[in-house]
Structure formats: structure tokens, C-alpha cells
């Protein structure tokens, strides 16, 4: 199989794909602020299972693309993406072997950190910006979206047997 | 194979590089737009890839519509269609009176811009920042500072364009200033963004200034970026406090920006003399044998106008000293007395257009002479 012979890298970039196409899907206004953070948790996962391969500066460049996409300040999430899946690639060995409901605490926490990340670098970058709590929502809904992520992403790498 | 233990470079080395370029990419921003517009053209595809299922729900609702909804759609749509038609009748009575009017003091006649209807793709998913994705982009024409409308009042402007997309910052943004004037008197103030959807303020206002609750903030024109005119907001609270040294004047935008489908670009500098569109008058005719009295009476009217105008010199006479009040709308445009060749205006008019400019300079230095280079080169 073509998708075996390319170590199924050619599944991983269409999963990331999927995710970022959901992160920057148009959406009501008012669940807007609740969109899970896709491309993140997408990117969490690949750098868990196989952090030799997606790591910090595959994030780097999804981080990049996604400002471009997001019209923000270049840099932005680029740097908070590296930073948060630096972590993970640190905890990997140990977050695997975390039942589920403890990986989604983390996940929820990384997110945060990323959300914090993105806005003290806009603070700095682009000033002005109110502190308003609603941007750690994302990790709220991300905590319960983080299994179903888990267990597609999993069976979609054991599927294509993706190393 | 996996390896156990990552070789290669190290993550630390990894994550300082990664580090190293977002603060380079972050510290050379400005310097990155080409880079930027490109790449942002590259992955529009994206962009319209994404909006596919909100399409895909738009037109299921619409397929799917009873027919009992439709109707009353439709009919709900005569009506607004019969009041608006209505209102064109005679708003089309009022421009020509104000075009004859405006050409006897010798100011600018005010011209139709190119306009553009576009839709919305994608609204920005960052609470900090407010802006809107359009599906059209430099192929159309759309540039860098824009002003773009809706139904109600202005949204925003351009601030990114790529092939096929454009990025508007709404009025709501906090990097985003738009100078207004009162409609009641004609106060000028520049109304910024909070960061609240609904919301925007006038800062620096004096304390004495006569702005209260339930004024009509609209665009001032000055600032040369965007027209004249446009509904911006709505004054909703003004407070005094003694421990400010300003009002704190909050204004609640007019365009639903929380909800905005469908926007108009406008180009403000590729103007034509105003004419209805085809449609527009074919529509105006049609509901005209409904009322053959009002239409006919119209044509009498703007006739009548029309003698009264171009014949009586002390008309002139009289609205000559009241030419300075028209100071705020000066964009003056020579060119614009020629299209009218009344000999006997002329001088009134060059007349009036000096004193406009001139008090233009003192208000606002930096917009007036440009307008006037800017229109004398059209």
C-alpha cells in the first residue's frame, strides 16, 4: 500500500489538515468562543505517539500557517504551538501511559498555556488587548473533545500503521 | 523501526530555534506583508474549503424552505421593496435639489462610487481581535484600507488582501480609530474600538462638548480614507466624572457585527456621475402606475426646482455667506463647477472654495490639500 511504503505520512498531514480546516471553520458567534483548539490537539497527539517525527518545529510551521489563516501578528501561535508541544514531546513517555480523563486534565492545561502564551505575546506585540477570561473556554470544551480526538486519531495510526 | 532514545538534534535546540524565528518573524512584521499576502493566497483554498459546510447549510435551508415560509418571505419583501421604492422616489427628488444646489455654491457634486456586494467566509476566532474574511480579494480589485459597509452602517476596513480573500478590522477592533461627526451639530471625535463586538468610544472628548445619549455618529470624511456620511454608531451613555478628564462616551455600532453576511466594498475614488441602477429605475417605473399622481407631481416639482434654481441670481446671493457652513464637506473639487458651465457661478464659486479651504487647513492640516490634489489629478 502507497500510504504503508510512505510511513503513512501522507495520513498524519491529512489529519492536520482536517484539524486546521476545523480551527478555522466559520461558526456561529455564539458557541465561537467554545471552538476546541483542533490543530492543537491534533498536533499533541502526533507528537505523543511519534515525537521523533511531528514535533516542535512541525508545530512551528502549523503555527505559522495558522497566523496567516487567523490574519494574526506572524509569530504568534507559532511560538505558543512550539512551546506547548516542547512539553509534550517532554511528557510523552509518561502521558501515554496516563488513563484518558488524566491526559484531558493535561491536554486542558497545555491549552491554557497556549492560550496564555498567544495572548502575553499580543500584549506585547500589538498592546491594548483586554484580558478577558473567555479565551481559556477553548479548554473546557477541548477537555471533553480530547477523548474522541485520542481515539480516532489512535485507530486512524494503527489502521494505516503509521510509525 | 522506533528509537528509544530521540537522536538528531536535541528538543532544546529545537524549541530555541523555533523561539529564535517567531521573534524574528514577530520583530520584522511590517516588513513581511508581501511574504505574507503570498502566502496567504497559497493557502486560501483553505479558506474556502472550510466555508463549505456553512454554504452547504445556507443552501439546505434554503432547498429545504416550506413553501408557506417563502411566501411570507416574499411578501414581507414586497412591502420593504414598495417603502423603499418609495423613499428612492423621493430621495431621487432631494440628490437632484442638492446637486443643484451644491453646484450654485460651487462645492463638489457628490459622485456614485464603484461598490462591490461580498460575503462573509470566515469571522476571526481570536477573542482579541475582531475581524471578518470577504471572498473577494485583489483580483477584484479590493486594496489595503478600504471602507466596507453594510446595510446599516460601516464595519470596517481592509487590512490584508490576498488574490482571492481580503481581512477586514471591524470599527469594534482596538487597533481600529474612525473619525466621526455628529449629525445633530457637527461635532468631530474619533470613535475607537473596544474589543466589545457592540461596542465603541469617543475618547479625548472635552467634558463641555455637546454630545448626549442618542446621537447619530457618522463618518466625517476626514482622515481621507473613509467617505463622507456613513452611519458609524449610536451615542449610548455619556458620563461626566468629575475624577476623568475626559467624557467617556460610549456608541454602540449600527452594522449588526456579530451577525454580518453580506458587506459592500466601496472605491471611494473611482467615482461616476450618480445614476440609478437600470434595475432600480426599471423598478421605480413598474410600482409608478400604482401612483401616477405622486410620480407626475415629482416631475413637476423638479422642474419647478430646476427654473428656480438655474434662473434666480439672488438665490446665489443669498446661500453665497452661508458657504463657509459647508466647510465640513470640503472636498472641494474644482472640476466640478466646470461640469456646470454657469458662467455666472463660477466666480461665486471659487470664491466659497477658498474660504472652505482655508478653514479646512486650520481644522485639519494633513487631510485638505490632499483631497484637493487628489480630485484636481482625477
Redesign the interface.
Known sequence: MSAHIANGRLVVWLTIFIGMMFQIMPLPSMVEHWRPDWLLMVMVYWAMALPHRYSILTAWVLGVMLDVLLGATLGIRSLALSLVIYIVVLLCQRLRNYPRWQQSLVIAGLICVYHAVIFWVQFVVVGETPFDLTMFLPAISSLFIWWWVFWILRNIRRRYKVR | M??IF??GVS?QF??T???I??????AA?HR?DPI?QS??SV?SP??Y???V??VMLDWSAEAFATRNMLELQNKELLRQQLVMSERLQRFEHVRQENERLRALLGSPVHMDSRKVVAE??????????Q?V?LNHGSQTGVYVGQPVVDAQGVVGQV??VSEFTS?VLMVSD??HGIPVRVTRNDVRAIANG??D?DQIELRHVAKSTDIIAGDLLVTSGLGNRFPEGYPVARVISVSRDDGQSYAVINAQPLAAL??IRYVLLIWPDETKPFTLPADLVELIEKNAPTTPQAVSEQAQGQQATSTTGVNTPQDQAVSNPSATNTQDQAGTNPAAANTQDQAGTNPAGANTQNQAGTTNVQEQPSTAPITNAREVNQ
Open positions: 522506533k528509537p530521540v537522536r528538543n529545537r524549541l530555534l523555533a523561539i524565528l517567531s521573534v524574528a518573524l514577530l512584521n513581511l505574507r502566502l496567504s493557502l483553505l479558506q474549503l472550510a466555508n459546510p456553512g462573509v467566509m470566515e469571522v476571526a476566532s481570536d477573542p482579541f481581535r475581524f474574511v487590512i490584508e481581512r482596538t487597533t473596544t474589543g463586538i456579530d451577525r
